[in-house]
């Protein structure tokens, strides 16, 4: 059975988590979610990437490096206040998942 359905929510969360944090782009971002176990191709990011910024959870910008460039996420405050009220939903779910509660 394939769960990926389940986790998109999750990996939403995580992207704003880490947006939160610091600029981020597609193929970081892509490395963070496989440390958490979020095998995510390019083809499946950046639409959520460019759905987020649609919603006005995020906003970005291109930024070059010499030869390279790359289009750098930010949070918006908009993304900030959806995150906050998304950690408090979180932990009222974990409490009755995992906790019993």
Request: net charge positive; no cysteine.
């Amino acid at each position: 059975m394939d769960n990926r359905d389940l986790y998109s929510g999750m990996i939403r969360l995580h992207i704003l988590h880490h947006a939160e944090h610091e600029a981020i782009f597609g193929a970081g971002m892509t490395e963070e979610l496989a440390r958490h176990g979020y095998k995510i191709s390019p083809g499946t990011l950046y639409p959520i990437l460019h759905g987020l910024e649609k919603r006005g959870y995020l906003k970005s910008e291109n930024e070059r490096s010499g030869r390279t460039a790359r289009r750098l996420y930010k949070i918006t405050s908009s993304g900030r206040r959806a995150l906050n009220t998304a950690k408090l939903r979180v932990r009222e779910l974990f409490g009755e998942l995992i906790e019993g509660k």
